[in-house]
């Protein structure tokens, strides 16, 4: 067994997942044996010289491509209709032939986009949350899964720097209830034994800022992870209200963006070091800030990543436009030349750093509102997404805060008939987070435009005030 998995080679190949529910032990053993050779040398990528991890990359194209065009309909379809033959695509460069694929396009006809293969049999879905406005359910197979986790050795060294033991270190999460953090944990504990990971605690961000506080406080963490947004917000309040912080001793934001403002509130008033860890649902591991604060390393060899002009054709170096990437890792739905919808640059000037991966600079993904309540607390956007999410007849929505207790609600469902059974009910649940004096008018909507770069603003809070 451990000879066939040592030549694997250079980038190992998927582990057999197809395993019985009734041999569920051997899956998990199976499971847990890849996550840690999967981890062997991962520290060192970054630094590879660019033909080693052009190498690394092309040949995960490669096989992504021929997993494509045996097992996933629709790329079946796409080879067979433009006469492309999938063995003559054997670089990233080649991969870019294909056409560009858009959220629009998976959420048409998702299915389509899913493997078929047996690998893929157990993939797990996880709903995007929104940010074109309107959700979709991406499959991740639990070998990538899995994958991923030792991938995340690859910033171990940027902890470290800060003291971070990762054998005893404690990390504390803030997000929202049933969120996909949450749902890779339980995959974790359900295809591997004894999963790479420290010891870790879950808060709310539902949860008052006193009460997140004291988490923090009791279990003091190392590291601390969360929404962009939200830990802006959150550090913003600990500095103006002069509230006691143990500090970790880094913290590590994702999903959205920070801005500037809120990294100078959390490095120079509080003393903590930020990073980021840019990833989305359809791409787990994306890209990753570095103690040079440049820019973003792509991780090239798992999610290569270009940039495309309005036109659909490739930007030149620094020049800005959409982000395109394909995920190499993921078996369950296939994404191929994906428009992610966020907006950034490659850079091709070397960091500081010495890591050799390239960088998005100028990244403007989600700078999401959080709404401030008159009571002091602030509620993330996803505490909205969490409500709206549990109908899905809605299409898209839309909260808009007129005044401190007072919002809009903008509802694209099928028919008046459907508005009119869920906006009642949906008005209802957020007055009961906002406060028994908020008011939630609902409002029907064919449809509601897209901002810039297919972006969409769910919610549209007043100008912060956080004290």
Known sequence: MAARFLAWGKVPSRPAFVILRSTKWFARLHGNADMYLTAIG?????????????????????RMVQHAAQYVPHYRDLFRARGID???????????????????DVRANPNSFRSEA????????????????????????????????????????????????????????IGYPGSTLQTVWRAHDEWAIAPMRPERCFVSLLEPIESVLSAINRFRPDVLYGYGTYLEHFARAVYSRGLFLHPPRAIVYGAEVMTEQGRRTIEHDLGIPVYSDYAAVEVFKLAFSCEANRGLHVHEDLSPTWIARANGHRANSGERGEVVVSNLVNHGTVLLNYCLGDVAAVSTTPCPCSRTLPMLTDLEGRVEDTIVLPDGRFLHPRAVWMIVRRRPSVIRYQLIQHSALSFELRLVTPDEATFAQVAPQISSDLEAIFGADSNVESTFHQDLPLGPGGKFRMVVALPSRVQ
Do not use: C
Request: proline letters at 8%; charged letters at 25%.
């Open 86 to 104: 999938p063995a003559r695509i054997r670089t990233f460069v080649d991969l870019q032939q294909l056409p560009l694929l858009r959220k629009a």
């Open 118 to 173: 047996p690998v893929a049999r157990y993939s797990i879905p996880f709903l995007t949350s929104g940010s074109s406005g309107a959700p979709l359910n991406v499959y991740h197979d639990p070998a990538s899964l899995l994958a991923n986790m030792a991938f995340g050795l690859r910033v171990r060294p940027l902890l470290e720097r800060h003291g971070v033991n990762r054998a005893a270190s404690r990390q504390l999460y």
């Open 42 to 62: 991962q520290r060192r990528i970054p630094y590879l010289s660019a033909d080693a991890l052009g190498e690394r990359r092309d040949a995960r194209v490669r």
